[in-house]
């Protein structure tokens, strides 16, 4: 239960966070989120003003412990629930769904007959005495019936259907307006929070009424204290749509806890408060800063609740609105002394790392030195049933050595799109290839192709959470998986096989930099090595020197189409020595054409290819074997560095590479 705890401590922290937005802070014990659809305004004698739809309007709302947790069945909320619960006349309408007048009636009586009664409580109550709530909708035109006088289900006249209708969900194209729920505003003279759902004293009011109800009392296993128990948890965790539970125990006649207990206070004994503060608190901090992926959430959060990096971040890199982009240049009179003397020539990258060494710092210095750093993740198999999936508990200053580590041994050229505003035109979009780690996200699409399933991408984000946040290695069948597609151009878009190879480089390089075993640790340099003599990393650079030959002889003749050695790519990988030899015999005519036109261009080229003939082992040459990672690897700084020598090149350089692409 050390989530529980965790949680639950959260919780008391966040109630001092009082200078936080309204809509912002956190939610009280015994109440719950849900979506309004209608506004009832009555005045403090409980007589009817004016009404009016709501559209995607979230409330909070009193509720029970059963209402809270409600998903089929009686249990009513006390105050705002659905017109079947609130309005007398529902049945009297021809209301398809059980009217629970009585026992919404007889709940709201009860709070406002003890010692805790608030004056709004009083006046809904007083209304809702009336019956009269659907016939004052339907005379507001909120409500709509047939010439039946029932409530229609479904909008057949002319004209634009009312809002109610858009507003409810839909069923087989059916709606079912009792399941309209209603909100309550009381105009009192004087009184400043009108809206029900706002007001402190009323929220209050029924916190201490609810306690006040509680009579079983037991051990809670988080706090150790005897107190009154919980026997249904809260669900609507990640939406207020959300059926799933945490923790569910009341299940007698199924199989939840059948044949290991009696009772289902001997599976889970959490005391009322405790339950609804801690999930009160993951509520409210998924709400403010989880990442969601489909039905999988993974939040990060501080005790101080100062802003901390999630595990899952792509502005790290890329930056938003908030955020800077640590790929940005930087001009030289802001660098620090430490940046200047940085060999960026050397290793490509350097600087990035720099920078978010410093963005880390800036995190930390906002958190206490023993601060612990909680990042978990929950996911639900089936629509009633969530799980914690991750869970993990760090110091802070643990949680930003592995969070760094993550962002800079993973770190490559991957590609990226901006939009490029055009004064009075559609912005352009521009391919960029900043230093980055890739997403979980991203590395999932690499591996498994750009369609799959959402149980596919939550596995990998669940695998790839303890590389990220613990220091754990990924796991070598993601990069195997990554490399395979990087090596098939043919079989994807030309952006799409781009993305991949970014992301195959990035695991690669990563995986062998975090080996445990000296002898098997590299360091590759995200810069070309000329030095590397490699095998593999040596026919990676080969391939990217047979594609530049190639693309600029297509370019010059006008022809847009893959070069020999795209498409070979696949089959270079698994048989190098003999495919090179039909790539070769290939390059033939293009060399000519490039001899006729791009003469200094092609002498350039020639000479790489020498110099790279030159570094071979040729016993290692005339191996026929499958190509490692390492290839791509040498193929990818190769082809980079084609690209910076023409981005050189406008901006003042003298490289006769300026109109190659």
């Known amino acids: 239960m050390s989530w529980m705890q965790r949680l639950y401590d959260t919780y008391e922290q966040a109630l001092r966070l009082t200078d936080l937005p309204r809509d912002a802070q956190i939610m009280p014990v015994s109440h719950t989120l849900q979506n309004a659809h209608i506004n009832v305004v009555i005045d403090g004698e409980g007589h009817f003003l004016r009404a009016r739809v709501l559209k995607k309007t979230q409330v909070v709302l009193p ?57 709004q409580a009083q006046a809904v109550l007083s ?42 969900p839909k069923t087989a194209g059916v709606i079912e307006q009792g399941d ?85 206070e001997q599976a889970a004994g959490i005391g009322f408060e405790v339950t609804q503060k801690a999930h009160n608190a993951l509520r409210w901090l998924i709400a403010r800063q989880g990442f969601k992926n489909s039905d999988q959430v993974v939040v990060a959060w501080a005790q101080s609740h100062q802003s901390i990096p999630a595990p899952i971040n792509p502005t790290l890199v890329y930056g938003d609105e908030d955020d800077d982009d640590l790929n940005a240049p930087t001009p030289e009179s802001v660098l620090t002394s430490e940046a200047r003397d940085l060999d960026y020539g050397e290793g490509i990258g350097q600087l990035y790392a720099h920078k978010l060494k410093l963005k880390m710092k800036g995190y930390q210095q906002k958190l206490q030195p023993n601060e612990q750093i909680t990042v978990m993740a929950v996911d639900s198999a089936t629509p009633g049933r969530m799980g914690v999936v991750y869970y993990c508990e760090k110091m802070q200053e643990d949680y930003f050595v592995a969070l760094e580590n993550w962002y800079t041994q993973f770190a490559w050229y991957q590609r990226h799109t901006e939009e490029m505003p055009v004064e009075g035109k559609k912005a352009k979009t521009k391919v960029v290839w900043p230093i980055a780690a890739p997403t979980p996200l991203t590395i999932a699409q690499a591996a498994y192709g750009q369609i799959l399933s959402d149980t596919l991408k939550k596995q990998t984000v669940a695998r790839l959470l303890p590389c990220i946040v613990e220091g754990q290695n990924i796991p070598f069948d993601l990069v195997q998986h990554c490399f395979r597609k990087a090596c098939n151009p043919n079989a994807c878009e030309p952006w799409e096989w781009e993305r991949n190879l970014g992301v195959a480089c990035a695991l690669f390089r990563g995986y062998y930099l975090r080996m445990t075993d000296d002898i098997q640790r590299r360091n590759y340099t995200m810069a070309l090595d000329p030095t590397l003599t490699s095998r593999d990393y040596l026919y990676g650079r080969l391939l990217a020197v047979a594609e530049k030959l190639e693309s600029i002889a297509l370019s010059i003749a006008g022809e847009k189409r893959r070069t020999t050695a795209e498409r070979y790519m696949q089959q270079f990988a698994e048989r190098p020595f003999s495919t090179w030899r039909n790539i070769g015999l290939a390059l033939d005519p293009y060399k000519s054409r490039l001899n006729s036109h791009r003469k200094g261009f092609l002498v350039k080229r020639e000479q790489e290819l020498e110099d790279i003939y030159g570094l071979f082992d040729p016993a290692e040459y005339c191996l026929d074997s499958p190509l490692s990672g390492e290839f791509l690897l040498g193929y990818h700084c190769q082809k980079m560095t084609y690209r910076k020598n023409k981005q050189d090149t406008k901006d003042g350089g003298d490289d006769d590479t300026a109109d190659d692409e």
């Open 63 to 119: 509720a029970t412990e059963s209402s809270a947790g409600r998903s089929s069945g009686e249990a009513p909320h006390p105050l705002a629930d659905k017109l079947q619960y609130v309005a007398k006349d529902y049945a009297a309408y021809g209301g398809q769904k059980n009217a629970y007048f009585a026992s919404y009636q007889k709940q709201l009586n009860d709070w406002c007959a003890s010692a805790f009664a608030h004056p």
């Open 127 to 168: 209304y809702v005495n009336q019956g009269t709530l659907i016939k004052d909708l339907v005379a507001h035109q909120i409500a709509h019936v047939d010439e039946q006088q029932k409530l229609l289900t479904r909008w057949t006249q002319e004209g634009d259907a009312p809002e109610i209708f858009s507003t409810l």
């Open 180 to 264: 309209a729920l209603v909100c309550w505003t009381v105009e009192v003279a004087g009184e400043l929070d009108i809206d029900t759902w706002k007001n402190r004293s009323l929220q209050q009011s029924w916190v201490d009424f609810e306690a006040s109800q509680s009579t079983q009392q037991g051990l809670c296993y988080v706090s150790g204290k005897t107190m009154p128990m919980a026997t249904n948890h809260p669900a609507k965790l990640r939406h207020t749509g959300d059926k799933a539970k945490l923790i569910s125990s009341n299940d007698n006649t199924g199989f939840t806890f059948r044949g290991r207990f009696i009772e289902g």
